[in-house]
């Protein structure tokens, strides 16, 4: 944890930039670059590699764009400027992957349930664009069935945190024993260790569900997605000349 390599420096220069952008016209911003439901009429084709530049609050942006100096400079040190950006964007494009199967899942769980008690297209796009359905149907369906779905196709994602979560992966593999030293965690622990845990929190969260409305399983999808490939080039010993 170092100096900060030129990628990095340039990817956080990018996201801060977007974040000011952001704040001149909220509304407007979120609406065209955060990643929506593909079957929501805000969702557009650019808006999986746009959200990554997103943020919902400084500090959002402010832990995120750390780890991306901390644990990013390392990666690109030892991979090279190309490599390292195309690791970093395919980590985030997985995580917005894995984010829309989940919210496919939750969406068609919520969907098929309405329409199984007799409810029609015109009804469950009604409750989609209003949040508001006759309590009647809850003897049928649960209030919790009808919020999933209502959240998967009207939440959009924001935030880098799935391609940081591959970096953190990235980093857990090619540095295990390097000791961290975190704030609310006063005391030493291995990246071996501390990685995985962290990467179980957010599978606990994504299966139980989150009350502080962070997106876990576009972490956990971040995490598969950098773990594959760290664990591939680093089994392989790709030389990161090539990129260069």
Known sequence: ??????????????????????????????????????ENPNFQY???VTHMFMHGGF???????????????????????????FF????????????????YYQFNAGYD?????????GQIMNILETGQYSQAILDQVS?????????????????????????LVAFGLMFPNIELMLIFLPV????????????VIDLFFGLTGSPLGIAHWAHIGGAIFGFIMAYYWKKNSFDSHRWN
């Open 113 to 121: 349930a309405l329409m199984a008690i007799g409810m029609n297209d």
């Open 1 to 38: 944890m170092g100096r900060i390599t030129e990628t990095v420096k340039v990817l956080i220069i990018i996201n801060v930039i977007c974040f000011i952008g952001t704040l001149m016209n909220e509304q407007l911003s979120y609406k065209l670059f955060s990643l929506f439901y593909f």
């Open 88 to 103: 970093y964007f395919s980590a985030g494009l997985g995580a917005a992957l894995i984010h829309t199967l989940f919210n």
């Open 59 to 85: 500090m959002h942006i402010l832990f995120n764009m750390y780890a991306l100096w901390a644990f990013g400079s390392p990666l690109e040190m030892r991979w090279g400027q190309k490599k390292f950006l």
């Open 188 to 199: 030493p622990i291995k990246a071996k260790y501390f990685i995985p845990g962290l990467i």
């Open 46 to 48: 650019w808006q999986p």
């Open 143 to 167: 209030a919790d069935t009808i919020q999933d779905m209502y959240n998967a196709f009207t939440t959009p994602a924001v935030g880098a945190s799935g391609a940081i979560y591959g970096i």
